[in-house]
C-alpha cells in the first residue's frame, strides 16, 4: 500500500464519530447507498469475504489461494496500485471476482473535500472493470466516513461498502488471532469479513478460514452475490 498522508488510523475520536454514523446510516440508508451486511436469510448462508489495499505483489498470491479453493471475492483497490498494476486488475477480475474502489490516494474519505473524492473515485473506477446490471462498489480507508462523503459517493452512483466482522488483521502478525476472529460463528450469515492483502498471517489464516466457512454450511461469495437470490 503506498504510505497515506493520513495517519495509519484515524484518531479515537474520528473512529468514534465515523462508527456512529455508519451506525445511524445503516438503519435509514438504502441498500444502494450504504452496504454493512447481508441478508442474514439465505439458503445456503452466505458470507462475503472482502480484501482491502492491493493490488500490489502478494495479490497474486490470494488469487492463487481463492482459486484453489474455488471461492470468489471482493476485492477494494487503490487506485494509483491499480493503475501501476492493470495486470493484476486483469487477472482478479478474470477469475471471478468483484472489485471496487478504495480511493485514489488512500487518504481518509471522511477528511477530503467534496469535490476531490468525487474525483478520486471517478479516477479509480476508469481503470477497474464493471460488472453489467451492478452498482460500482467503493470502501473508505479505515471505513472512515462522514455524511458528505457517503453523498458524495451516492451522487457518483457508486454503493459504499463496510463490514460486519472486522479480522483484526491490521493489528496482529498472528495467523491464528485471525482465525480466532472470523470464525463462522462470529460473522454469521449475510456477514461481510474485512482483511488486508500485503499481510503473510492473512494468507496463512485464509485457506483454514475457507474450510471453515465451507464445514459450516456457508457459501462464499462477493458482496453483490449477498444479495441475489434471495
Known amino acids: 500500500m503506498s504510505t497515506p498522508a493520513t495517519p495509519l488510523f484515524p484518531s479515537a475520536l474520528a473512529r468514534t464519530r465515523s462508527h456512529a454514523l455508519r451506525g445511524l446510516a445503516s438503519l435509514a440508508v438504502p441498500r444502494s447507498v450504504l452496504v454493512t451486511r447481508g441478508p442474514r436469510r439465505a439458503d445456503p448462508p452466505r458470507v462475503a469475504l472482502t480484501f482491502d489495499d492491493g493490488p500490489d505483489g502478494t495479490t497474486a498470491r490470494y488469487l492463487d489461494v481463492l482459486a484453489r479453493h474455488g471461492v470468489r471475492a471482493t476485492f477494494f483497490f487503490v487506485g494509483q496500485q491499480a493503475e501501476a498494476a492493470p495486470d493484476l486488475v486483469a487477472a482478479c477480475a478474470r477469475e471471478g471476482h468483484e472489485i471496487g474502489g478504495h480511493g485514489w490516494s488512500h487518504e481518509s474519505f ?20 464493471r460488472t453489467p446490471g451492478r452498482r460500482p462498489l467503493v470502501r473508505p480507508p ?28 491490521c493489528r496482529t502478525r498472528d495467523a491464528e488471532v485471525v482465525l480466532r476472529r472470523v470464525e463462522p460463528r462470529r460473522v454469521g450469515p449475510g456477514g461481510i469479513v474485512l482483511m488486508h492483502e500485503q499481510q503473510p498471517w492473512t494468507l496463512e489464516a485464509l485457506p483454514r478460514a475457507v474450510v471453515a466457512f465451507r464445514d459450516a454450511g456457508y457459501e462464499l461469495v462477493t458482496v453483490s452475490e449477498l444479495f441475489e437470490r434471495t
Not at 142 to 161: E, K, N
Open 110 to 129: 471522511a477528511a477530503m473535500p467534496a469535490a476531490r473524492l468525487a474525483d478520486e473515485l471517478e479516477r479509480t473506477d476508469r481503470l477497474l472493470p
Open 142 to 169: 479505515w471505513g472512515a466516513l462522514s455524511a458528505s462523503a457517503l453523498l458524495a459517493a451516492a451522487i457518483g452512483g457508486f454503493t459504499t461498502v463496510l463490514w460486519s466482522c472486522d479480522s483484526d488483521d
